[in-house]
């Protein structure tokens, strides 16, 4: 069983930043990525980043490319996400979560076995 647990979200203002954490325990060695999702009220879950473990290739979505970068730190199992210039859209609950096997390069949230509690990002205009 492997276990997530999210921290660094709030409440900014427009043009602002927030760095997320999220930090894996249990059973950690099998895990090939690692993701961050959101859910705006209303809306389906949507990825927006994710990292394979083995090697530290990170994608993020074109709506957040230039202002969010993910990064992790292995020693630590743990993931970041430094989101800059926040906008009134970014505002959602933002969730990690964790999964080995294939398909490995993806970012269906069906793909992912374990999820954090979510942490809320508010940002205001």
């Known amino acids: 069983q492997v276990h997530l647990l999210e921290s660094g979200g709030g409440s900014v203002q427009a043009g602002g930043s927030l760095r997320l954490s999220c930090s894996a325990s249990?059973?950690?060695?099998?895990?090939?990525?690692m993701a961050w999702f959101r859910q705006a009220p209303g809306k389906e879950r949507e990825g927006v980043a994710r990292?394979?473990?083995?090697?530290?290739?990170?994608y993020v979505i074109d709506s957040v490319k230039g202002r969010f970068i993910l990064s992790q730190d292995n020693a630590k199992n743990t993931i970041y996400l430094q989101m800059g210039n926040l906008k009134p859209e970014d505002s959602a609950m933002y969730y990690c979560a964790a999964a080995h096997g294939l398909p490995i390069r993806t970012l269906d949230s069906k793909s992912y076995s374990y999820w954090g509690q979510g942490t809320q990002v508010t940002v205001s205009s």
């Open positions: 990292i394979l473990t083995f090697s530290g290739h990170a």
């Open positions: 249990g059973d950690t060695s099998d895990l090939d990525r």
